[in-house]
Nanobody, 121 residues
Framework: QVQLVESGGGLVQAGGSLRLSCAAS????????MAWYRQAPGKERELVAS???????LYANSVQGRFTISRDNANDTVYLQMDSLKPEDTAVYYC???????????????WGQGTQVTVSS
């Protein structure tokens, strides 16, 4: 069984910062991509940032220059440092991992439970 446990959400004023963490645990053979998605009320879930095990990162245009994704491969943990937060960043943030479990051949996608980020104006 694989679990993704997120932490770090909360309420912050516009211009403030928050740091999200997501730790993957379980029978993991290889963990190729760790990413953050978000879903605001009435909107579709969207990719915020991703980090591959090769070190490549990708950011949504809306967060480029304000958010930084980092990864601790030794501990299967990914972080999202969010600076200069705006009210439009308000959403539930979900951690996602593309990984292969021990004893399995194919990669699957796993999700965390989500953490609420609210930015007040």
């Amino acid at each position: 069984q694989v679990q993704l446990v997120e932490s770090g959400g909360g309420l912050v004023q516009a211009g403030g910062s928050l740091r999200l963490s997501c730790a993957a645990s379980g029978s993991i053979r290889s963990l190729r991509v760790m990413a953050w998605y978000r879903q605001a009320p009435g909107k579709e879930r969207e990719l915020v940032a991703s980090f591959t095990n090769g070190g490549s990162t990708l950011y949504a245009n809306s967060v480029q220059g304000r958010f930084t994704i980092s990864r601790d491969n030794a501990n299967d943990t990914v972080y999202l440092q969010m600076d200069s937060l705006k009210p439009e960043d308000t959403a539930v943030y979900y951690c996602n991992a593309l990984l292969t479990k021990t004893g399995e051949r194919f990669e699957n996608s796993y999700w965390g439970q989500g953490t609420q980020v609210t930015v007040s104006s």
